[in-house]
């Protein structure tokens, strides 16, 4: 039976892990270091608990729909196999950025512009993978990447760990056939929530669904199975993002409320139809997406450097689930980052989350648990570079709730090392 995984160890005598990513409920992600050609990777792994014979399966059936989709849009496949002391393994190139559902917890809704962006490059990845005969069927904001490359930043598509293969093979069949309840309700169309048969305009739901909730900050329908179910059955349509947000050009509005129609065949065909229909939105309303990241004041700061002003105090009377973070806030460049990150509270508890930024200021942080607002903590982290873990004292500058019951906690550092500020520094002239 294979055993969990820990850093500093080799997998299958050729990937070493250098530190922890992410961390869910059946596999662990980790940065990994080819022992001789020295790439670094992403490699995932099934946690050795959940190593069941199954799940080894569906990872080696992820691994093989991703080989077959060499697309800008997807993450790619460098290696797979099994370890005989790890288990099964996959190999991913290492992206820089941050997943969408991170950037939405931080930032709660996004300008039109940019959701336009990700509606046509979600769809020009959809198209290409739909022609291989390939379904996701689990796509949401937790899956898809804002991956930087250069001055761009564009979106891949990951985790086909449930994906729908048009294949001859028996076992494949088998593993994903159209009675298994798997997935997010709350992304999933009707058809696969009643356990029917569904086909790629599921993916085109769940486009709808995504779109739906960088605009709104949420989701047309949440909850669980039963209430999405309930919710569904209660409800003729569902509900127009015009009516949760303002500023949503009627095109786009349309857009949505066709990608999320009840029955398939009134929704869009391929998603190089939904594509086109997006293109047209962004001709018509001349926007010119940004970089998805915030753009932040980006004085780099040498030396000690000042603290952070205090929040003004009409920020600190808004509500901190809807209203922008003041730039005031934002003195350092910040980049990308994501790398597990254990914050210790003054009671002694202790909260597990991820990072999504790093600066010289400071790091934005999701966790499952809210942690009070000007609180002096303790975060934990492996340093990007060195991949060497540092503990360091840190205040809770604000807090924010996202979706699911998960908080964003931007913290700012208090005293940071010499020795770490030089690593950090590093890493931001390096991205």
Known sequence: ????????????????????????????????EHVTTRRVVALKLVNGKHATAAVEERLEREAQAIRQLRHPGVVELIDAGMCATHGAFMALEMLLGRTLDGIIASRRRLPVAEVLSIGQQMCDALAFVHARGIVHRDLKPSNVFVAREGTREVIKLFDFGIAAVDTNDPKARKLTGSADLIGTPEYMAPEQLFVEPTDHRADLYAVGVTLFECLAGDVPYGGTYPQVLMKLAQEKRPPRVSSRCDGVPSELDAIIDRALARAPELRFQSAAE??????????????????????????????????????????????????????????FERVPYVTIATISLPNGDVVVGRSEDLSLGGMLVRASSAVAQGSIVRVRFTLPIANEDVDLEAMVRWVRGARGGEHALGLQFENLPLDVRRVITSYIQAV
């Open 274 to 331: 939904m594509r086109d229909a997006l293109d047209h939105v962004n001709g018509a309303t001349g926007a010119k997406p940004r970089a998805v990241r915030e753009v932040v004041a980006t004085t780099l700061l040498q030396g000690a450097g000042p603290s952070l002003p205090p929040p003004a105090p009409e920020a600190e009377a808004r509500d901190t689930d809807t209203a922008p973070i003041p730039l005031v806030r934002r003195l």
């Open 1 to 32: 039976m294979a055993r969990d995984a820990a850093v500093g160890d080799v997998v299958d005598r050729r990937y070493r892990l250098r530190r922890e990513i992410a961390r869910g409920g059946m596999g662990t992600v980790y940065e990994g």
